[in-house]
């Protein structure tokens, strides 16, 4: 007897450049589960009827991007704690009706540099952005007890805010920055800026200050100009990619209970990110 189809995908507005339903799709093939992501591009006025619908027995949940990830934190039943510290929800997973809401995209931050052996618990650490992605950011460098955490930001309000709530340092996106990374083991991008392949956050000879063996972290999920820079002064660096597969094997584990198959996520992830790069070169 076939199996009936299950559904679980991505609410966004826009979702259409993502890369979930590529490795996602890989891993539920893989293990041979008969469900389907799909993207679900859902503009704010029909929000709450999407929610509804991930309580029907045929979801298994979702993901959830921006600009929902706040919205869907206050639509569920449940969250977790670390949801609950981020204010966001990127993963929602159906039980029976009843909708539980967590935040992988704090596991999924810290894999990457747990996978470098790096000790996080000794870090200095300095975050550029004070929006959303920094929020969850600075509740993933809280759980590892990063030792001096510095969030900097254009508007400095916003970095006073998480400052405040976090008990970390708020700085400038400018030329004040130079002593904190002067003392810093790992700068993070945590600023819509880069995606556009053109620009960065701060100005590119702030790089010289940190020091030779730091590491550079844009959450872009592409080659940025801050990347690029940092890389041409000697510096490691990590793109978003892998935060993006991190954040979507814990989602894949959530929805399904079952270990996820990294290594098919990781390939259909690189795949599908060379195969975006070359369309955009293209059009
Ligand atoms: P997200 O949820 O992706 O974090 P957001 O909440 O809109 O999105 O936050 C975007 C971040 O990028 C903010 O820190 C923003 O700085 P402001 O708080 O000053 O707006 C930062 N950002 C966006 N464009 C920027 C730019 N051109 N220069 C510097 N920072 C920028």
């Known amino acids: 007897m076939a199996r009936s189809q299950l559904s679980v995908g991505l609410i966004g507005y826009p979702v259409d450049h993502s890369l979930s339903p590529v490795f996602q799709q890989a891993a539920f093939d893989a293990l041979g ?8 591009p859902t503009p704010a006025e029909v929000l ?3 929610v509804r619908w991930l309580r029907g027995p045929e979801v298994l949940g979702a993901n959830v991007t921006v ?11 449940q969250v977790t704690e670390r949801a609950r510290r981020a204010g966001a929800v990127n993963t929602v997973v159906n039980r029976g009706g009843v909708l539980y809401g967590d935040n992988t995209d704090v596991p999924g931050f810290l894999a990457p540099l747990r996978e470098r052996g ?9 975050v550029l952005g004070a929006g959303g992605a920094a929020r969850g950011i600075l509740v993933a460098l809280a759980e590892a007890g990063c030792r001096q955490v510095t969030v900097a930001n254009r508007t400095a309000e916003r970095a006073h805010e998480l400052a405040v709530e976090f008990g970390v340092v ?23 800026v880069g995606w556009d392949g053109a620009s960065l956050p701060i100005d590119a000879a702030l790089l010289d200050a940190l020091p030779a063996t730091a590491l550079v972290y844009d959450l872009t999920y592409r080659d940025t100009p801050l990347l690029q820079v940092a890389r041409r002064r000697g510096l490691a660096t990590i793109d978003g990619l892998g935060m993006l597969v991190y954040q979507g094997a814990e989602s894949f584990r959530l929805w399904t209970s079952q270990e ?7 390939r259909a992830a690189l795949a599908a990110r060379q195969a975006h790069e070359q369309a955009s070169r293209r059009s």
């Open 33 to 40: 589960i008969p469900a389907r992501y799909e993207l679900w």
């Open 48 to 50: 709450d009827e999407r």
């Open 67 to 77: 600009p929902h990830k706040a919205a869907v934190f206050t639509r569920v039943d």
């Open 118 to 126: 790096l000790p996080l618990g000794e870090l200095a650490v300095v």
């Open 170 to 192: 708020a700085a400038p996106l400018d030329q004040r920055l130079e002593p904190c990374l002067r003392r810093a083991d790992l700068l993070v991008n945590a600023t819509s």
């Open 260 to 266: 996820p198959p990294l290594e098919v996520m990781w």
